[in-house]
Nanobody, 120 residues
Framework: QVRLVESGGGLVQAGGSLRLSCAASGIIFSINKWGWYRQAPGKQRDLVASITNGDDSPNYADSVNGRVTISKDDVTSTVYLQIDNLKPADTAVYYC?????????????WGQGTQVTVTS
């Protein structure tokens, strides 16, 4: 069982920055990939960024590439998403996901989400 808790969302003006955090607890060693998704009202949940344990290679969606940085702290089992030059189109609920495998098979654990609202 992996539990994720996101934080760091809020109301920010366009051009500002936010750093979202995702703190993991539970069976951490079973996680091999982390990701951040976002979902705007009436739209599907889309990948923003992901990072793989081991090589720490990041992957970014084209819509945010150059404005976001995903990173992780293996000591505290926390994953971060830095978003710079925020735009109103970035307004969404941001979710953290941890993917891995265990004896029963692959799993994906999701956090409860954190709201990001960008005003023009």
């Amino acid at each position: 069982q992996v539990r994720l808790v996101e934080s760091g969302g809020g109301l920010v003006q366009a051009g500002g920055s936010l750093r979202l955090s995702c703190a993991a607890s539970g069976i951490i060693f079973s996680i091999n990939k982390w990701g951040w998704y976002r979902q705007a009202p009436g739209k599907q949940r889309d990948l923003v960024a992901s990072i793989t344990n081991g090589d720490d290679s990041p992957n970014y969606a084209d819509s945010v590439n150059g404005r976001v940085t995903i990173s992780k702290d293996d000591v505290t089992s926390t994953v971060y998403l830095q978003i710079d030059n925020l735009k109103p189109a970035d307004t969404a609920v941001y979710y953290c996901v941890a993917r891995g495998s265990r004896a029963s098979g692959p799993f994906a654990s999701w956090g409860q989400g954190t709201q990001v609202t960008v005003t023009s």
